[in-house]
């Protein structure tokens, strides 16, 4: 028996069976469900379901996923409106997957509906020059994201009511979408397993007495135990135990039987932050768990499986990508192993059918670890935090092959990082979250990564929600980490960076242009300048760290004048320059007037036309 099913609600609701000829959105999920005639052993391993589909300016094989017992789904969408068609194949054989068909027919949103909710426009793509993010229809995408990595599990408590709820212990997913969506977010960083953390009574930090001290777990803290974080859901644990690790068999499961279950309960928060806006940006794991994959099961076959599950779950669903999440190259295996993972998936299915980006939280960037001419799409760099690292965005904007790029993991507000505190500090270089001090910082990851070459957008994070901290003894409980001010001052960002409307998408990261730009403080967030113009030179937008001497700005026309304007990135707001006007020398130098006052300011130049002779006859400042 098989059902085509389609998925309703602003973009998804509930799967239920519908005529052939009935009329879709574009960009909007369709799920195909189909029951095997037969029982396998395992399923997740042993059958491969797809549907090819075609439709205007289509026509791809479409891979789907096991979801229990004896079925399948194959979900898919509409690229364009218009007739599309599709016919289902598996392998092995089987009268229940293959050979089913059908059509439907799909419509375009009307503009108001695209206003209710602009992921309608559709999946995120590079724009023309290959520097920033756009929709399919052209309109500009702007990362204003926030970092859930355990938004599936139970730590972020579904509700099934409607009901608002307050920030606090009783606060579930819905209330941090809706609290965020206020402040303007469309984006969130997720994990989709942890599969081998519990709290179980061992250390967070398990590894194996063998000679190569392989890594069970280098998990997160749970709080007041020691021990890892629980990372279930209604659904269970990701994959089934026990596993096949001698002496860990309940600590690291069965990596080759996956458990469905777990995965639906994380498909409808999916669909509700797609409904809601947000972009999930999904990771399917963790590296810690790499090196015991690749010990104990086939690598690189097993975990490119389950690479392909999870990009197969969520391709028609609004996403960026990713098959691992590599915060730092220890206890994991290496970048060229995830390659050659990620290279069996291109290889075996190709890429995502309907253009989703593929991106990977990287140390210190994607270029870095995988190269220029890789499998990415949406670079990223992360985890070396401090100002001295924005400028590998600057080495990504300046590859012979650009692609689009941001920062997916910076300087986290009020980051500590407990599990250095037992043996260690914990991190030195931040402050106090919730602190005026700290939303400096912040900020000078916000603005410093952006005009480096981060054109995409920007990632927030925070010490409470990284980590999705809920234990009643945690020092910050993530429902109060959520209200600290520098995450409302994000959408500042937003408000800077389109000042000069879709133009922001031709900047180009120059920080030398402001001179003075630094001082000798490398792992800081005080001192520094960032500069990016125009290829015209109509335009400069700079950023000044607290701490920052009065500048120049070098590399204007000549001679010419300019509207100049401070940018308060605290209240978002703008204020004249001096006397709101400035002008270039006859070697294009414009001085720049005192700072309103001793703290970081951001800054905007747009040329008005050609100086007139100053008094006196002299040319230039």
Request: net charge neutral; with cysteine.
């Amino acid at each position: 028996m098989w059902t085509a099913a389609c998925l309703f609600s602003p973009l998804i609701v509930a799967a239920f069976a519908v005529p052939a000829s009935a009329a879709v959105h574009v960009w909007e999920k369709q799920e195909l469900t189909f029951q095997s005639a037969r029982s396998f052993a395992n399923a997740y391993a042993d059958v491969t379901v797809w549907v090819d589909l075609t439709g205007p300016n289509f026509n791809k094989r479409v891979y789907g996923f096991w979801d229990g017992e004896q079925t399948f789904r194959v979900r898919v969408l509409p690229t364009e409106p218009g007739t599309w068609t599709w016919r289902s194949g598996s392998n092995p054989p089987d009268q229940g997957l293959a050979g089913k068909s059908g059509t439907f027919t799909a419509v375009a949103w009307s503009e108001e509906d695209k206003e209710k909710n602009p992921l309608r426009r559709g999946f995120l793509r590079p724009t023309a020059n290959h520097h920033a993010l756009e929709q399919a229809d052209g309109t500009p995408f702007f990362v204003i994201g926030d970092t859930w990595y355990a938004v599936g599990t139970n730590r972020f408590k579904w509700y099934d009511d409607d009901q608002e709820r307050p920030m606090g212990p009783t606060a579930g997913f819905k209330d941090y979408v809706r609290y965020r969506k206020a402040q303007g977010y469309n984006w969130v960083n997720v994990i989709a397993a942890f599969p081998n953390w519990m709290t179980d009574g061992a250390p967070w930090n398990v590894v194996m007495n063998d000679p190569d001290r392989t890594t069970i777990r280098s998990a997160w803290l749970e709080f007041g135990t020691g021990s890892a974080k629980n990372m279930d859901n209604e659904g269970g644990r990701p994959f089934f135990f026990p596993g096949k690790v001698p002496g860990y068999e309940n600590m690291f499961p069965d990596m080759d039987k996956l458990n469905p279950k777990y995965f639906q309960f994380i498909d409808r928060k999916i669909d509700y932050l797609n409904d809601q806006g947000f972009v999930p940006f999904i990771e399917v794991s963790r590296r810690d768990a790499s090196l015991i994959w690749k010990k104990y099961y086939q690598w690189p076959d097993s975990y490119s499986r389950f690479i392909q599950y999870v990009w197969t779950r969520y391709q028609a669903n609004n996403t960026v990508l990713s098959p691992i999440h590599l915060d730092i190259i220890s206890q994991s295996v290496s970048p060229d192993d995830f390659n050659q993972a990620i290279q069996v998936v291109m290889d075996k299915y190709g890429p995502p059918p309907f253009g989703t980006l593929l991106s990977a939280n990287a140390n210190p960037s994607t270029l870095e670890n995988w190269g220029d001419d890789s499998w990415v799409t949406l670079h990223q760099t992360g985890n070396m935090r401090e100002h001295n690292n924005y400028w590998y965005l600057t080495e990504i904007f300046n590859q012979p092959h650009p692609k689009p790029a941001l920062n997916g993991e910076p300087y986290y507000s009020g980051y500590v990082d407990a599990r250095g505190l037992n043996g260690g500090r914990g991190y030195q270089f931040g402050a106090p979250g919730g602190t005026e001090k700290d939303d400096q910082f912040v900020r000078s990851s916000m603005y410093g990564n952006f005009l480096s070459g981060g054109l995409s957008g920007h990632v927030y994070g925070a010490e409470g929600i990284w980590g999705a901290d809920i234990e009643p003894v945690a020092p910050i409980k993530m429902w109060d980490a959520f209200q600290w001010n520098s995450a409302a001052q994000m959408r500042h960002l937003r408000t800077f960076a389109l000042s000069i409307g879709k133009r922001y998408q031709e900047l180009v990261p120059i920080a030398d242009l402001v001179s003075p730009n630094k001082n000798p403080e490398l792992r800081a967030y005080e001192g520094w300048a960032y500069c990016a113009r125009t290829p015209d030179r109509n335009i400069f937008l700079a950023y000044f760290e607290k701490g920052c001497p009065r500048s120049q700005i070098r590399g204007a026309k000549l001679n010419g004048s300019y509207r100049a304007e401070w940018f308060d990135p605290r209240k978002g707001t703008w204020l004249d320059a001096g006397t709101g006007t400035v002008r270039s020398s006859v070697i294009g130098v414009i001085m720049l007037p005192d700072f309103p006052e001793s703290i970081d300011w951001g800054l905007r130049l747009t040329y008005t036309g050609p100086a007139p002779p100053p008094q006196g006859g002299r040319r230039g400042n």
